[in-house]
């Protein structure tokens, strides 16, 4: 059974630009969740998505932005990207329709320069 | 807000010795109690979880105590091994349709290295 696939696995950008990542739940999961790491905060929590609805959203600026596709797939966006945002990002699908059970992919690593 | 206060924030263990982290939480609808591990370059991955209607649960050499009173669990690695060596996030989140609120709120982390 396939895990959670993130792409791509690493990402160099430049302040000012704009990045889009992917996540590819596994196999029956409908929700996605993303986190974002950075060795000064840890793990925070983005947004989550079920059956194409955000049902909660973290205390992150406009920029960050995703969205859910009926096939459970889901792309995180971040516009005028900041050095600040340089992070590894990323993706946890569940089962459970409450929460709860929550497998984590790779991540995407990205550096903004 | 910190709602979830993880320590030590690293430890250092001889090969074959007992790890043990600890968790504190202050949300009481918290009813899901995940412990990742991750290594460097990597997701984190899931451990072992617990649900408060348990005082303890265990996986091989691996073993949640949870506290409901206290509001504190931990993770307790026996035979600790070199390939143990990882950060290890202890999480939490409410799951009752009630209250859930669709996301894990996490620790800081102890990075565990197990000497051999």
């Known amino acids: 059974k396939a895990g959670v696939t993130q792409t791509p696995r690493y990402l160099i950008k430049t302040r000012g630009q704009q990045v889009t990542l992917s996540c590819s739940p596994i196999s029956g999961h409908r929700s996605v969740s993303w986190y974002q790491q950075t060795p000064g905060q840890g793990l925070q929590f983005l947004f989550e998505?079920?059956?194409?609805?955000?049902?909660n959203k973290g205390n992150f600026p406009g920029r960050f932005s995703g969205r859910q596709f009926s096939n459970s797939r889901s792309e995180m966006n971040v516009s005028t990207l900041e050095l600040g945002d340089s992070a590894l990002y990323l993706c946890a699908s569940s089962l459970a329709v409450t929460g709860g059970g929550y497998t984590f992919g790779s991540g995407t690593r990205l550096t903004v320069v | 807000q910190q709602q979830v206060k993880q320590s030590p924030q690293s430890l250092i263990v001889q090969k074959g010795g007992i790890s043990i982290i600890n968790c504190a939480y202050e949300n009481t609808a918290f009813d899901y109690f995940p412990w990742y591990q991750q290594f460097p370059g990597k997701g984190p991955a899931l451990l072992i979880a617990i649900r408060p209607d348990v005082s303890e649960k265990k996986e091989g050499r691996f073993t949640i105590s949870f506290n409901k009173s206290a509001k504190q669990f931990s993770l307790h690695i026996m035979d600790s091994q070199p390939g143990d060596s990882a950060t290890y996030f202890c999480?939490?989140?409410?799951?009752?349709?009630?209250?859930?609120?669709?996301?894990?709120?996490f620790g800081k982390g102890t990075l565990l290295t197990v000497n051999p």
């Open positions: 999480a939490a989140t409410p799951t009752n349709s009630g209250g859930s609120n669709y996301k894990l709120t």
């Open positions: 998505y079920f059956s194409e609805t955000q049902r």
